[in-house]
C-alpha cells in the first residue's frame, strides 16, 4: 500500500478489530444461563436466574435479560457466544490475570500491539489504533502508533493554530524530498477528516439510539471513526463494574445494560455492510465461582463467556462450549467452571479476518494455536 | 542514603536561595540542576550561515541527538577530528550536568538486583524512560548516547516480559553502556549472559536435562538472525540448533521461586548437553561445559558475515537507509581487521566520503524529532506523562519494542507520525507542552533575530520559500519545527 492511498475515498483497505475489556471479572454463567442444566440452579438457588425470565438461545443457555438488547443479533446470526472462555492464568488476581491475557501470556507487549505491528497491512495512517478512556490498556502496548483519546478532538491540532499556519505547512511539505512530502500530503488529509468529523453534529444511522453512559459515547466515537475513514484498524474500550462479590444482580444488571445497549446502538448505527468489516470482540479476564456466596454474590473463578459481534463470521446460532454437567463433572478450583476455549484460539479466527495471512505465532508467541471454528 | 537525598533536594528546591553554595563541591552536582538558570547555555551564538547543510551541521545532525545553541560555533572552534576524538573517549568529556539530571533516578543504580523488586513496574520502566530522555538532552556525552541507542535496539529488550521488568536497567548499565564503544564480542556476550536477555529471549529455559527435552532455540536464532550474522548470513536451521545446543545449562534465579539473589545468573552443568557440536562448519568437541559460549561467540562474531551485518546496520543509521555499497565494505574490513573493536569501526565510518556528503536524507525517528527540539530550543523538561505520552503516540516510547528486532531505523515505517509532530511542535511553541517550557525570545536573541533562529533549526540558511512561509505562518517556531526540514537529518 502506497502511502498516498492509507486514506481514500473509497474505504479503508482493512476493516476495524473493536475489542471491549470487562474489567472486574464478568460473571458469565448469569449471563449466558445454562438453562438446561440442573446444577446450575442447585449452586446458585438465590441469584440463579429462572428460565421464564431468559430470551432463549439454543434450547440449552438462555441470555441474562439486561443483555435482551443483543437478543436480535443473536438471531441474526450476527453474535457469536463462547462459553468457557478464558486464559490459563491461574492467579484469580484482577491484576495478574488481566495483565496475562492482555499480554497474551509470558510475552513481551500486549497481543493487540503485537498483532497491528506484525500484519501484513499494517497500518499508516495516525489514526491507526486508539483507545478509548484515559489511557492506553496494556493489550495494545507496542502497537506502532496508538492513543488514548477522550474524544475526537484529541485528535486536531486544536484550536489556538494561526489561520496561515496550516496553508504554510502544506506549502513546504509540497516541495519536500523524497518520502517526506507524499505523508505530508497524507497527514493533511488526515487532518481535513478530523476536522470534518469534529465539525459537523453527528447523527447516528438506523435510528441508532445511544445512551448517554462513557461506554456507549465511546462507542459513537469509534463508529464515527469508522465511518470517517481514517485508517482505523483498532479501537479498545473498557467496560468496568463486575466484580459482583455481593448482591449479584445490584452489581451486575447496570453494566450489563450499559454493555448490551451500548453495542446494540453501535452496530445498528454501523449498518449491515460497515458491521460486516467490522468485528467486536468482548472479553473479561476471568469468570466467577459456580456457587453463590453467602452474600449473594460470587467470587473469583476461571471460565466465563466471550462474545463476538459483527465482522461476517457468526451464524451457527449455537452457543460454543464444551460443557461440563455442573452436577458430576469436578470443577476446578474451589468449584470453578473450566476454561475449555482458550482465548488466544477464539481470537485467531477474528483476526485472521481482520488481516488476512497475520503471522499468528507472532501475535501469540508460546501458545499452541487452534483456532476455534467459527462459521464465516 | 537516597531517600535523604531526595528530601534533600524537595527542600531545596522549596528553599530557594541556595546560590551561596554554589562551590561546595560535595553539594555542587546534586545542586546543579537547581542553580542554573533556565535555558542553560543560552548565549549569544552563531549559527550556520551556508544555503546548504555545512560538514559541520552534518556531522552533529548524525552524531547527536540534534544540535544545541552553540554547537555548531562550539565544533568550529574545536576542530572536526578533535570533536570526534573527545566523541569516542566520552569519559575525556565532563557531564556532571547530565549527571546530576539523571542521578535520583536511584532504582536505575540499585545492586544487587534483587533490591530492584520492591520497585512497582510501572515506576522502574518511567524512571528508565526520563533518564534516557534527559540524558538524550542534556549530555554532552552524545555520540554515546546515539550508539546506546542503536545498541539498545540491536538487542533490543521489551522488558514487560517476566522478571525482565526488573532487570532491564542493570542491562542498560552493564550491558549496553558499558560496552557502546568496546570490543563488539564483549557486547555480545555481555548480553548473552544479561539476566534481562535470559528472560526476553526464554535462554533461562533452554535446558537439557534428559534425552529427551529439546533445547529452546528463542535466543539462538535472534542471536545468529538479528544480533551477529543478520538473516541473511548463510546459518542454517540445524546452527541454530546447534547454538541452541551450545547454550544448555544457562539460567537466571526467578521472582517467583526465590527472594534471594533473584537475577543471578548461573550455568547449569547438568542442564547442559555435553556432546560435540558443530557450528557453520566448525567442531565444538565435546566436554566444554559452560566453554561453550565462548567457542560460539569466537565462531559468531569472527564469521564474514557478521562484518558485513554490522557495517550494513550502522551505514543505515548513520549514512542513509540505502548505503552505497563501497560504503559498507569499507566499514565491514575496519570491523574485521580491528577484531570488532567499534571505536575503531565508527572512526573509519566518519572519516568515509561516503558519510560526510550524505547530508540531511535521513529522516528522524520520533524520539529523534522530540529530542532535538528540546535540544535546539535549550528547553527544560520533566521528561514526564506529557513527553512520554507523544512518544507512545508515535510508537516509539523508549523500552517498548515488543519484538527482539529494535524500532526500525529507516523512514518508511514512522511515516504516519508527522501529525503528531506537528501537533507536538504547536504545544510546545505554544507552552501548552507540560513539564516542558523554552523562552523564545532569549533563544531568538541569543540566535542574532528572526533568521539566526531559522538557520539554527534548520541547520542552514533559510531558503527564500521557507522565509515567505514563515513570514506567514503566524506561529514561526512551531512551522520551523514542523518543516520537513527540521524532520530530515
Not at chain 1, 192 to 208: F, G, M, V
Not at chain 2, 39 to 53: H, K, M, N, V
Request: proline residues 6%.
Amino acid at each position: 500500500m502506497s502511502l498516498t492511498t492509507f486514506i481514500n475515498d473509497q474505504q479503508d483497505p482493512a476493516g476495524t478489530l473493536v475489542v471491549v475489556f470487562l474489567r472486574g471479572g464478568a460473571d458469565g454463567l448469569n449471563m449466558v444461563v445454562p438453562h438446561g442444566d440442573d446444577g446450575y440452579y442447585r449452586a446458585r438457588p438465590g441469584i440463579g436466574i429462572r428460565r421464564e425470565n431468559l430470551l432463549e438461545l439454543d434450547g440449552f443457555f438462555g441470555l441474562n435479560p439486561h443483555l435482551s438488547a443483543l437478543h436480535p443479533w443473536w438471531q441474526e446470526g450476527q453474535l457469536s457466544i463462547v462459553h468457557c472462555a478464558g486464559s490459563e492464568d491461574e492467579t484469580r488476581s484482577h491484576f495478574e490475570a488481566q495483565d496475562f491475557m492482555e499480554h497474551g501470556g509470558l510475552a513481551a507487549g500486549g497481543w493487540l500491539g503485537r498483532f497491528l505491528r506484525v500484519r501484513p497491512d499494517a497500518g499508516h495512517s495516525p489514526l491507526t489504533a486508539v483507545a478509548i478512556g484515559p489511557q492506553l490498556p496494556e493489550c495494545l502496548r507496542g502497537a506502532p502508533s496508538c492513543a488514548a483519546i477522550q474524544s475526537l478532538d484529541d485528535f486536531g491540532l486544536g484550536d489556538r493554530v494561526p489561520d496561515g499556519f496550516l496553508p504554510q505547512l502544506a506549502a513546504l511539505y509540497k516541495t519536500a524530498p523524497g518520502v517526506l512530502g507524499p505523508a505530508g500530503q497524507s497527514a493533511l488529509a488526515a487532518l481535513e477528516r478530523i476536522s470534518a468529523l469534529t465539525k459537523t453534529n453527528y447523527s447516528p444511522a438506523h435510528q441508532a439510539a445511544y445512551r448517554k453512559d462513557d461506554f456507549s459515547s465511546g462507542l459513537q466515537q469509534v463508529a464515527r471513526l469508522i465511518k470517517g475513514r481514517v485508517g482505523l484498524q483498532a479501537a479498545t474500550l473498557d467496560l468496568g463494574g463486575w466484580d459482583s462479590h455481593i448482591t449479584q444482580s445490584v452489581i451486575m444488571d447496570p453494566p450489563m445494560e450499559r454493555l448490551s445497549q451500548g453495542l446494540n446502538a453501535f452496530a445498528t448505527d454501523l449498518g449491515p455492510e460497515e458491521l460486516a468489516r467490522t468485528n467486536i470482540v468482548v472479553l473479561t479476564e476471568f469468570g466467577r465461582r459456580v456457587a453463590e456466596n453467602s452474600a449473594l454474590g460470587t467470587d473469583h473463578g476461571r471460565g466465563s463467556v466471550l462474545f463476538l459481534l459483527g465482522g461476517a463470521l457468526a451464524g451457527s446460532k449455537k452457543v460454543h462450549a464444551s460443557w461440563p454437567d455442573l452436577t458430576h463433572s469436578p470443577l476446578v478450583g474451589p468449584g470453578d467452571l473450566p476454561v475449555n476455549h482458550n482465548y488466544r484460539d477464539i481470537l485467531a479466527p477474528v483476526l485472521t479476518r481482520q488481516s488476512k495471512g497475520v503471522d499468528l505465532s507472532k501475535v501469540f508467541p508460546g501458545h499452541l494455536l487452534q483456532p476455534l471454528g467459527l462459521a464465516s | 542514603m537516597s531517600t535523604t537525598r531526595r528530601r534533600f533536594l524537595k527542600a531545596a528546591t522549596a528553599g530557594g536561595a541556595v546560590a551561596g553554595v554554589a562551590g561546595f563541591s560535595a553539594l555542587s552536582h546534586v545542586l546543579a540542576p537547581i542553580l542554573s538558570g533556565p535555558g542553560d547555555g543560552l548565549t549569544a551564538f552563531s549559527p550556520p550561515q551556508a544555503d546548504e547543510i555545512d560538514e559541520t551541521t552534518h556531522i552533529l545532525n548524525r552524531l547527536t541527538f540534534g544540535p544545541r545553541p552553540g554547537d555548531h560555533a562550539g565544533m568550529l572552534k574545536l576542530g572536526r577530528k578533535a570533536w570526534l576524538d573527545r566523541q569516542l573517549d566520552p569519559e575525556s568529556i565532563d557531564d556532571g550536568w547530565a549527571e546530576a539530571r539523571t542521578r535520583h533516578f536511584e532504582a536505575l543504580n540499585v545492586w544487587p538486583l534483587g533490591e530492584l523488586l520492591e520497585y512497582n513496574a510501572r515506576e522502574l520502566l518511567d524512571q528508565m524512560t526520563r533518564a534516557k530522555i534527559l540524558r538524550a538532552v542534556h549530555s554532552r556525552r552524545q555520540l554515546q548516547e546515539v550508539m546506546v541507542d542503536f545498541w539498545t535496539d540491536h538487542f533490543n529488550i521489551d522488558p514487560s516480559k517476566g522478571d525482565s521488568k526488573w532487570l532491564k536497567p542493570a542491562d542498560d548499565k552493564t550491558v549496553i553502556r558499558a560496552h557502546a564503544f568496546g570490543k563488539f564480542r564483549d557486547l555480545v556476550k555481555a548480553s548473552a549472559l544479561s539476566p534481562s536477555m535470559l528472560w526476553y529471549l526464554d535462554g533461562r529455559v533452554n535446558r537439557r536435562a534428559t534425552e529427551k527435552e529439546k533445547p529452546n532455540e528463542n535466543y539462538a536464532r535472534e542471536l545468529l538472525e538479528l544480533h551477529t550474522l543478520g538473516v541473511d548470513g548463510g546459518y542454517t536451521q540445524q546452527d541454530v540448533m546447534e547454538v541452541a545446543r551450545c547454550l544448555t545449562g544457562w539460567t537466571v534465579r526467578a521472582r517467583e521461586n526465590t527472594r534471594f539473589a533473584v537475577g543471578k545468573v548461573s550455568f547449569r552443568a547438568d542442564l547442559h548437553d555435553d556432546g560435540p557440536k558443530t557450528l557453520l562448519g566448525v567442531t565444538i568437541p565435546a566436554g566444554l561445559g559452560e566453554g561453550d559460549l565462548d567457542q560460539v561467540l569466537d565462531i559468531v562474531c569472527q564469521h564474514p558475515a557478521t562484518a558485513q551485518y554490522l557495517a550494513g546496520k550502522l551505514c543505515r543509521r548513520f549514512i542513509a537507509d540505502t548505503p552505497p555499497a563501497s560504503a559498507v565494505t569499507n566499514v565491514a574490513q575496519a570491523f574485521t581487521d580491528s577484531s570488532g573493536d567499534i571505536r575503531h569501526t565508527l572512526r573509519t565510518l566518519f572519516d568515509s566520503p561516503e558519510f560526510l556528503t550524505a547530508r540531511g536524507g535521513k529522516v528522524k525517528r520520533p524520539f529523534h524529532f522530540v529530542i532535538s527540539t528540546l535540544r535546539a530550543t535549550a528547553a527544560r523538561t520533566d521528561a514526564g506523562p506529557a513527553l512520554q505520552d507523544y512518544l507512545l503516540r508515535m510508537g516509539h516510547a523508549p523500552f517498548q519494542y515488543p519484538t527482539p528486532d529494535g524500532y526500525p531505523e529507516d523512514a518508511q515505517p514512522w511515516m504516519a507520525t508527522l501529525l503528531w509532530r506537528w501537533k507536538f511542535a504547536l504545544e510546545f511553541a505554544d507552552h501548552s507542552l507540560k513539564g516542558t517550557q523554552f523562552d523564545p525570545q532569549r533563544l531568538q536573541q541569543s540566535a542574532g533575530g528572526e533568521t539566526g533562529l531559522a538557520a539554527h533549526l534548520l541547520g542552514r540558511s533559510p531558503a527564500a520559500a521557507e522565509t515567505t512561509a514563515l513570514a506567514a505562518s503566524g506561529q514561526p517556531v512551531a512551522l520551523l519545527l514542523a518543516s520537513p526540514a527540521f524532520q530530515s537529518f
